[in-house]
T-cell receptor, first 112, second 115 residues
């Protein structure tokens, strides 16, 4: 079945440093979504990428979808303590048997 | 506007007991989902529904049943709880744009412990 690997599992950064999490799929994806979950909270939708090579920005967050539509990344510039949480990618497989698979998440800690 | 509401928020069960988790959404969404979240494993889809009266199996359906008698409600049942079902359960809903093609709106979760 489809596998979506996400690295790193944990990341500690000093406030102001940059952060990147990577998502890799074993199969070609139709689209990829990113979610953020604060400690003790629920996942909150951030963005969806659909096109090969697509890049989208939300303030300090930059999302990329690979040319082959098998990988994606989320980059945060100049982290703030409000960025703390776990970031999940979720990839939708292409083809007739659609399956949405979540990565295991990257837990970000921002040290003040 | 409450969004997605899950009840209960916490529950402790003994092995073999049964229970039903309730999910209600007030956004008139067609799609509804039940996930379980375990440490280090992300979210895994249990069952989902593409509309009132329809349900389908997800990645980890064994030991669970679901029903969607009303568009706004999606019930998750455990007939005979097992310790392996200790987890945090999230319900989510999405508008009609196709499975996996829409943002999912999540409830606050139900923390379930099976002793």
């Amino acid at each position: 079945g489809q596998q979506v690997m996400q690295i790193p599992q944990y990341q500690h950064v000093q406030e102001g440093e940059d952060f990147t999490t990577y998502c890799n799929s074993s199969t070609t994806l139709s689209n990829i979504q990113w979610y953020k979950q604060r400690p003790g909270g629920h996942p909150v939708f951030l963005i969806q990428l659909v096109k090969s090579g697509e890049v989208k920005k939300q303030k300090r967050l930059t999302f990329q979808f690979g040319e082959a539509k098998k990988n994606s990344s989320l980059h945060i510039t100049a982290t703030q303590t409000t960025d703390v949480g776990t970031y999940f990618c979720a990839g939708l497989s292409s083809g007739s048997a659609r399956q949405l698979t979540f990565g295991s998440g990257t837990q970000l800690t921002v040290l003040p | 506007n409450a969004g997605v509401t899950q009840t209960p928020k916490f529950r402790v069960l003994k092995t073999g007991q049964s229970m039903t988790l309730l999910c209600a959404q007030d956004m008139n969404h067609e799609y509804m989902y039940w996930y379980r979240q375990d440490p280090g494993m992300g979210l895994r889809l249990i069952h989902y529904s593409v509309g009132e009266g329809t349900t389908a199996k997800g990645e980890v359906p064994d030991g669970y049943n679901v029903s969607r008698l009303k568009k706004q409600n999606f019930l998750l049942g455990l007939e005979s709880a097992a310790p392996s079902q200790t987890s945090v359960y999230f319900c989510a809903s999405g508008a009609f744009r196709g499975y996996g093609n829409q943002p999912q709106h999540f409830g606050d979760g139900t923390r379930l412990s099976i002793l």
